[in-house]
């Protein structure tokens, strides 16, 4: 494959630009992958330190927060035990392990026979240093779209001040699949489509919603057959190996149940069916009227904020990954206050503010990505130490 095809057929030619930025002094220093791992690594201090102190003056245990409530212990479960375990609820459904898929607490498992922690805190180790490779990931796919390696280092350090970031912070799978996705995107707008359905792999061993990203390197690898009426062995191999993580897990679960539905029926019990947004529609319908207009408005800027991505040209693999992301998220009828977490690994969504935000001046970039810092933990800290699970 020719150079100017190594990147996906829809990405424009960025024009080279300079990776230098000034600092708020007026300094210069050179935008890398060590500055956007430092900028992203202070938001999470700073959650962190928020949290800390928050769970100080309420007198709750903030760490266990961390690693020891809700996904995090069935993961660990899972770690220590293998699957097997449910739990039958008053209304009569089961609510199994079966729904968590292996990858995570194997890493769990793995590293607390390596090392002389428990599979808790494995889970953290694993998961603050999958957010590093997902900030790192995210830093590079950034600066290949935009030709602007500042555009990247803003676009890790906004990832870290989502407002669900704290997740970032816990024993989840967010970080791990996000890092699995921004790689995988990366080698395909790099055309290097073994090594993007490699990682494809893991990421369906992950979490479910590896389903967007198998579709974001079908659609692409189909778009660049059509235009180059050709297909590369390359190409092939990797479209095939995309889905085989995603598939296999779907088929130990219906081999184990003994039906080829199980893993959609286990999910199911868990009330993550899909149903098109009917649960979604009726949650906001049950709203006061005020809370249901701020909803709407929420779900409003979403769609803006997509259709900002459209106008942005952004490349084939990493659009249809974020739009398929989103849509999963809104079509289940999972918890509602789970959706901001399960469109968190859409990175792709705050591609269109890190330009916007690389065009500020030095010091009040720093100050507006502070301040999201802040509210991003506050909103971590408030969430935490209540009583629903995120």
Known sequence: MSPDRSRSPDVPDAPESPDIRETADGREVRASPALALVGYAATRV???AILGLAALVTGKDGWHRLSGRWDSVWYVRIAENGYGYQVTLPDGSIHSDLAFFPLLPALERGLSTVLPVDAATAGLLVSWAASLAAAWGIYAVGGHVTGRRPVGVVLAVLWGVYPTAFVQSMAYTETLFTALAAWSILAVLRGRWILAGALCALA????????????????????????????????????????????????????????????????AAWGNSIDGGVALARFIWGLPPLAALGLVAALALLGWLVVLCVRQKQPLPLLVYTIAVVVISLIGAAYFGSRPRLMMPAFGLLLPAAVALVRLRPRNRILTLTGLALASGAYGAFTLLGSGPP
């Open 46 to 48: 700073i959650g962190l």
């Open 204 to 267: 369906g061993l992950t979490r479910p919603t590896a389903a967007a990203l198998i579709a974001a390197i079908g659609i692409t690898a189909l778009v660049t057959v059509v235009r180059e009426r050709k297909l590369p062995a390359r190409m092939a191999a990797g479209v095939l190996l995309a889905p085989l993580g995603w598939l296999a897990y779907v088929v130990y679960v219906g081999v184990r149940e003994e039906s080829p539905t199980a893993y959609f029926d286990v999910q």
